[in-house]
Every structure is written in structure tokens, then in C-alpha cells.
């Protein structure tokens, strides 16, 4: 019911900054918690960030004080602000949502986007 577009992607130096956005399209994201997810070269899934629409937030904790998860209801958008980037964040990003939570927690979100690369150069 919901269409998510990442973009924002492309190559930081260590220690740079990228701003990564996601439309959303066909529902508005109110109805949903969003979160950030990665994928790096031959490792598993994480769980970057979440945002429920309340303001409460979630980041794990090797992006705690750099990346920063905000949304925009009205504009039916949700951005990650990555800044002090390091090699190891060179990943696929994905953007997600879902009406519960715990889909996210468990790496089971409903909606996914097609993945915005990011890559972070030493």
C-alpha cells in the first residue's frame, strides 16, 4: 500500500557527511513506523534506525551521535543524516516501514525500498 524511494546515496571520504532520503507514495507514512536498514558485501542485514511518529527514536549503537533519523509527515518523507562516516558503513541502504514495530526489531518490515549504495572511502 506504501511505495518507498531512497536516494541521497554515493561515495564519502571517511569522516564526511551524507544525507539520505526516502519518498513515500500511496499512504501516508503516519500509519507507520519507519527505520533504516543496511546490507554490506557478504554480511548480514542490520538495523540501522527507527522513528515512530511520535518522536521517539532508535539507533544501534555504532551509529549512536553520528546518524540521525528524522521524518517529515507532511511532506511524507524520512531522511538519515549520516555524518563522521567510516569505511565500515559502506553498505546498501535501505528504507522501511511497517505498522508494528516488532516486524522491524525482528528485521521483518512489511514495505521495503530498492536501496540506495553508499560507500566510504579510507
Known amino acids: 500500500q506504501v511505495q518507498l524511494v531512497e536516494s541521497g546515496g554515493g561515495l564519502a571520504q571517511a569522516g564526511g557527511s551524507l544525507r539520505l532520503a526516502c519518498a513515500a507514495s500511496?499512504?501516508?507514512?503516519?500509519?507507520?513506523?519507519m527505520g533504516w536498514f543496511r546490507q554490506a558485501p557478504g554480511k548480514e542485514r542490520e538495523l540501522v534506525a527507527i522513528?515512530?511518529?511520535?518522536?521517539?527514536?532508535y539507533y544501534r549503537d555504532s551509529v549512536k551521535g553520528r546518524f540521525t533519523i528524522s521524518r517529515d509527515n507532511a511532506k511524507n518523507t524520512v531522511h538519515l543524516q549520516m555524518d563522521a562516516l567510516k569505511p565500515e558503513d559502506t553498505a546498501v541502504y535501505y528504507c522501511?516501514?511497517?505498522?508494528?514495530?516488532?516486524?522491524?526489531?525482528?528485521?521483518?518490515?512489511?514495505?521495503w525500498g530498492q536501496g540506495t549504495q553508499v560507500t566510504v572511502s579510507s
Open positions: 522501511t516501514a511497517d505498522g508494528r514495530a516488532d516486524r522491524l526489531v525482528t528485521l521483518t518490515p512489511h514495505y
Open positions: 500511496g499512504r501516508a507514512i503516519s500509519t507507520y513506523v
Open positions: 522513528a515512530w511518529n511520535d518522536g521517539t527514536t
